[in-house]
């Protein structure tokens, strides 16, 4: 007796098989003839497979009668051609065990349609939803995606920490990691300094903080590997109850040293054209499921063999900005030279005037972190954006200041202390190279590649402010 998965069940390879299928019970429905079907799926595919029970099974009556909606079972059988429209196979069960029943009152998960809202309260039984199913493959599918297009071009991959000291960003978003007792902290006696917490109890001494990128150490890697990426969670605490954000989301962070912003680009744009095609490709149910059942427009499959097929725009900020202040469009938050661009604002460069992804470059100085290389006007600095319709945002990155005095500079410009990064700066004292990278969040691909509007729907336990269930 092979066992086999419901996905291999439904190819027309099984027919004539005897096989075992283990898995959840979706619906029951009782033929007048004296038998039963049953929809039966195991997370191996969208689709279920049909099972045929017989009455003449010794615990038809007692058991198979009995099953609801969520029961999990093991069935016997032999795969045949299926005689019903849309399913090329059925199972013809020869014998079935119930491993464990679902009261029908109580079970979460009923036939009707239920609200994402609603599903985000039973985390742990949303994963046997169709949409969660398929969030799950697919985002399966672009990890695999990711490991691969970095690997085989040479690339390492690096595990940096996810309790660090710095703030890479430098937007003061950290999630503080302590020993310390918060009911009862230290204070420290010194005059003048009473209230302030005395860190040297603290268990490294100093304080911590769980990581909002791994690129400051990525940094230290590819200036001695050459091409390296991370990929791995990151930790914001911005109070914004958006749906494009979350407090825990994970990010894949490519570093390679002697790469200008042009080569950053070329890089992220093949990037992001080789996860759509792999996922379009090999997740082809899950993707028609979401054109036709999530996306309102139905247009998810041709947007994203377009995105393939297409090359990206690039403007500069500079540019960006213009085309806004020109548009004659009501935007809510105001356009100029030097504020940072809003969600509105992307989505209309993406949305209306473009229609197709663009990477933004050269931004203003004052809205980036101390990280990225100054430019020749002395007014910009070789940031990058790729921005989607949508979503906005999925990537942001730039070349990296390797001069030192530079560096330096951008850093007390921000009010940074430059002992604090003395490792950092090492990298420029000691055979520095031009280098660049960026990071691209996991799960805004995954907004856009499913058409979910809400980025909780894409993370199995989402962490948003007053929200950490499960
Ligand atoms: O633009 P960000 O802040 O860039 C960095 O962190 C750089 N250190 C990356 C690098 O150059 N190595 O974040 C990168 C991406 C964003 O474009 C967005 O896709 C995602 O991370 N992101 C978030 N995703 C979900 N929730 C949040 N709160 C996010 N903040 C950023
Ligand atoms: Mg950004």
Redesign the pocket.
Known sequence: MEKISVAAARKPEAIGKQVRLQGWVRTRRDSKGGFSFLELNDGSSLGNVQIVVDGTLPNYESDVKHLTAGSSVTIDGLVKASPAKGQPTEVQATQLTVHGGADAEGYPLQKKHHTFEFLRTIAHLRPRTNTFGAVTRVRNRVSQSIHQFFQEQGFYYIHTPIITASD??G?GEMFKVTTLDLEKLPKRAEPGQSGTVDYTQDFFNRPAYLT????LQ?EIFACSMGKIYTFGP?F?A?N?NTS????E?W?V???MAFFELTDNMELAERFIKRILGDVLRDCAEDMQFFNDRIDDSHTILATLQGIVDKPFLRVSYTEAVEILEKSGHKFEYPVGWGRDLQAEHERYLTEQKFNCPVILYDYPRTIK?FYMRCNDDGRTVRAM??LVPKVG??????QREERLDILEQRMQEQGLVPEHYWWYLDLRRYGTVPHS?????L???LQFITGLGN?RDVIPFPRTPGSADF
């Open positions: 890479c960003e937007a909002v990128s791994g690129q990525g990151t914001r911005e914004s494009r954000h979350l407090a989301f990010m962070e490519p570093e972190p954006d790729v945002e999925i990537i942001g990155g730039s990278g960026f990071g691209l969040g799960e805004r691909i980025i």
